[in-house]
């Protein structure tokens, strides 16, 4: 509640603005890893019970933002909260139980947000969620574990970036791992220009292979992800712009001395 202080008509005291949230723009479309801030018990208009959850985004640039969500305690409707348990790692009993939401604050789970008008104004909906430790885990349609990016330096991510054709104006914008990650992955064909650059080969090499007539690595057959490694492991500075061959001139001059 405001109030203005009529000892000298300017100066007015505002309540605590804390819990009071502002207009801002629905949470854009796409997957979010999400945590369980509040469980409430209520009432649907209908006078049905339901749970009301409120979810806090942990990751990414809207880190923080919240999500709203209405479960169904009717019971030809329990395989919606079934499904947030199972999402949220919950352990769910074999038979009747008495659910402590207490217990569910902290959980974390992944959600698919899309976007529904409501009395005119654009707002962000939760479609579905899932457990992330399931998604983890599980391997893509070719069987190959999926590709994170988080295990290359900032130089591998800005040369991928410039890969993937992110313009060099972008790319200054992006100063954060987080958001270089953000903008990679939203580009199409991010995973093959990946394994151009830092991609093992498919069929692994004898150890009689990795050595030349001379008795040397052979540094053709490394990834330029492994070259680096090697470069740096002796030392030798890795220049902006140097491709596959111009480091691997670099750890052969090294050899040389």
Same mark, same amino acid.
């Given at each position: 509640?405001?109030?203005?202080?009529?000892?000298?008509?300017?100066?007015?005291?505002?309540?605590?603005? =804390?819990n009071v949230e502002t207009s801002k723009k629905a949470l854009p479309e796409g997957e979010y890893l999400v945590k369980v801030a509040e469980v409430?018990?209520k009432e649907s208009s209908n006078g049905n019970p339901m749970l009301a959850f409120t979810f806090n985004v942990e990751e990414g640039d809207y880190?923080?933002?919240?999500?709203?969500?209405? *479960? =169904?305690?009717?019971?030809?409707?329990?395989?919606?909260? #079934?499904?947030?348990?199972?999402?949220?790692?919950?352990?769910?009993?074999?038979?009747?139980?008495?659910?402590?939401?207490?217990?569910?604050?902290?959980? /974390? *789970?992944?959600?698919?947000?899309?976007?529904?008008?409501?009395?005119?104004? +654009?707002?962000?909906?939760? /479609?579905?969620?899932?457990?992330?430790? @399931?998604?983890?885990?599980?391997?893509?349609?070719?069987? %190959? !574990?999926?590709?994170?990016?988080?295990?290359? %330096?900032?130089?591998?991510?800005?040369?991928?970036?410039?890969?993937?054709?992110? =313009? #060099?104006?972008?790319?200054?914008?992006? +100063? /954060?791992?987080? +958001?270089?990650?953000?903008?990679? /992955?939203?580009?199409?064909?991010?995973?093959?220009?990946?394994?151009?650059?830092?991609?093992?080969?498919?069929? !692994?090499?004898? !150890?009689?292979?990795?050595? $030349?007539? @001379?008795?040397?690595? $052979?540094? !053709? =057959?490394?990834?330029?992800?492994?070259?680096?490694? %090697?470069?740096?492991?002796?030392?030798? #500075?890795?220049? #902006?712009?140097?491709?596959? @061959?111009?480091?691997?001139?670099?750890?052969?001059?090294?050899?040389?001395?």
């Amino acid at each position: 509640m405001a109030r203005r202080n009529r000892k000298n008509g300017k100066s007015i005291h505002i309540g605590d603005l =804390s819990n009071v949230e502002t207009s801002k723009k629905a949470l854009p479309e796409g997957e979010y890893l999400v945590k369980v801030a509040e469980v409430e018990d209520k009432e649907s208009s209908n006078g049905n019970p339901m749970l009301a959850f409120t979810f806090n985004v942990e990751e990414g640039d809207y880190k923080g933002s919240k999500l709203f969500h209405n *479960c =169904s305690l009717q019971p030809q409707a329990l395989f919606n909260l #079934k499904g947030i348990l199972l999402a949220l790692g919950y352990d769910i009993p074999s038979s009747d139980f008495d659910l402590d939401t207490t217990e569910l604050i902290g959980l /974390t *789970c992944g959600v698919d947000v899309a976007h529904e008008v409501y009395n005119g104004k +654009k707002r962000a909906r939760i /479609t579905d969620f899932y457990n992330p430790d @399931d998604e983890d885990s599980e391997e893509d349609e070719d069987g %190959e !574990e999926e590709i994170d990016l988080s295990e290359l %330096e900032m130089d591998d991510l800005k040369e991928l970036a410039a890969e993937v054709g992110i =313009s #060099k104006v972008k790319l200054r914008k992006l +100063k /954060t791992e987080e +958001k270089l990650i953000n903008a990679i /992955t939203a580009e199409d064909g991010w995973e093959d220009a990946y394994d151009e650059l830092f991609g093992e080969d498919e069929e !692994e090499e004898d !150890e009689d292979s990795e050595e $030349d007539e @001379d008795g040397e690595e $052979d540094y !053709e =057959s490394m990834s330029i992800k492994d070259l680096k490694a %090697e470069a740096r492991e002796r030392g030798l #500075k890795i220049k #902006k712009g140097m491709d596959k @061959d111009d480091i691997i001139d670099m750890i052969e001059e090294d050899d040389e001395e």
